[in-house]
């Protein structure tokens, strides 16, 4: 996987262990222009029990302050723990990249995801 020494606009503190490629050239676009970005640095509280366990939370993939790469399949579920961290966190702002996204992305800017 990718060093932190390979990426001039990461400012996390430990190298990005990426899940998948897409998320690794998603990396590479925002390094190319120079947007500051982390990799996983937070995981908001979605909801808990009444002993205030928590019983639901969402990471977003990147923190710009926030970007997500999924699987189709997963859109549902993403789109609604987006709205509940909308509904509970105001002031982050958030947006769900969708596979599309990312293949218009990389065929823009003539990334292999294939690998």
Known sequence: MAEIADFQAY????????????ERECAKVLDFYGIRWDYEPRTFVLEQDEDGRVTEAFTP????PELTVMEQRLVTRKNRKLR???QRYPEVQAKLFYKRD??????????????
Do not use: M
């Open 11 to 22: 400012c996390g503190n430990d190298p990005p262990r990426f899940a998948n490629d897409a």
């Open 61 to 64: 993939d990147f923190y710009l």
């Open 84 to 86: 509940k961290l909308r």
């Open 102 to 115: 990312i293949e218009r992305l990389a065929q823009r800017y003539r990334l292999d995801l294939a690998s």
